[in-house]
């Protein structure tokens, strides 16, 4: 298995340049930014409101980016050209990823900037962040391969916006549902109980738990991606 | 090695329809290699395997030596040009930034240079900072075309490379493509026009439902199919049509002789008359 530094750097360079030039995708990942600068002009922001626009970001960014990118080789019918030259599927999936990964991380940045958050342990929030921003990019990954325009990408990615992104937004008013009961395991969820426990102190084993639920769920996005992608070849009909 | 192509009892099954029944052939290095199929015939799904998109059902394949099952590798891809009747172009950018992109795929050196070359050679000099979706369909073809032939491969593939195109412009990519043939370039190209077969290849195969049925040199296919009918036309307007015997060289002395002859003509069948002829079917 060989791996181009060059190609994949080429992929790179040219899914940046074209996002830059799609007004469609470009309004969709500004809003986290209009979250923050809305929620961010109160004094003291909650950790859930933190959240929900970092969570957010990472939908309607990291996945949304990634999963049109993915569909819209497909429906321009470039994807063939790209499987019949030296680039690999690796080294395509690495130059997208980059492109997906390096927006959002800039939107969270900018984020953090707006909402003033702070947190007693960046090391350990950090960590739980990256771990999400690879999660979201798997589930980019997966919608990208089930779907074959930008258009179908669009309104895949709605609901796990609404429910991954904002979901627990809804979280005062399940309170007592089960339906709260079983959301509290999704990943927007974790990640936020992660940071609450940091903030308050929590034992060692509770963090840990949050960790092991977030990276449970990466691993089986990834297999799960990984299934799709045998079943299906990236390029074929 | 001096085969660039070697096919033996290709078959190609989806579902319960033969789309490759049984084909076998093989491309010379330095060959123009003609498929002639209409519509359905097996021309796409034949370079499709070829190029490593789809595995074969049955039979043996080779490109450039490498069975084609293991052609999907960096190596091979870099070394064979592609152009499908599915090949896509990115909208949003520009027709340098399109190519540019693919250079730095393939490793191409002094990209600026090449790009501009290959620009010429299929008519879209100057056209480098036109946006993909301001294109013509035809420009965009050419663009496409371009692109396969950005690093200089060894073995291209074209599947009805001037489908598009205007009559000027498909001249021009027939020149293009013999110049680059003379410089030693395989080409296997795919098409239902007679003419640009005729012109270009020096092999031509015809296919229909799944199966070569012919297969040879177009001048010697026309000469093989020729009857030797001699078509006169005399002074008066009226046409004779005299056939390939001993009687007719007395008829056609007489008339020359009486001062007659207004034209004569050959009746030599265009590839097209012989497509029609061997497998009952029109191409287009
Ligand atoms: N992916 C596919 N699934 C099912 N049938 C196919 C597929 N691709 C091609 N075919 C069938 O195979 C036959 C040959 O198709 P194709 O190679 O595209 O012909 P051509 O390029 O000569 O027009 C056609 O009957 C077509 O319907
Ligand atoms: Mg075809």
Redesign the interface.
Known sequence: M?F?M??M???F??DL??LS??TFVLTTIIMPVVLALFFGRGDAVPLEVHFLVFNTAFAAVAAYIQSVAIAEEKE???L?????????TVEILTGKSIVSMGMTVLTIVLCIRLLGFETANWLLVGAGMAVSLVLFTAIGTLIGLLTRTLMEASVVITPFIFILGMGTIFAEMLQGNVILTVAEYLPNFQLEYLAAAVESGAATGEIAGHFALLLGWTAAVIAATALVYRKREM??E | MNESIRVEGLEKVFGNERAIDDITFSVGRGEIFGFLGPSGAGKTTTIKILTGQLRATGGKAEVLGIPAEKVNTPDVLGRIGVMTDTSGLYERLTVYENLAFYADLYGVSNKRKRIGDVLDAVNLGGEEKKKVSSLSKGMMQRTILARALLHEPELVFLDEPTGALDPVNAKHIHEGLKELNRNGTTIFLTTHNMQEAELLCDRVAFLNGGQVRLMDNPSVLRRQFADGTIVVELVSGKQVSLPNRPESARKLHDYMAAGQVASIQTNEPTLGDIFVDVTGRELA
């Open positions: 060989t181009s060059q190609r750097y080429a992929i360079v040219k340049k074209e030039k799609n321009k019918n470039t063939r050209g790209l499987m019949m030259s030296p680039a690999t390029g074929s």
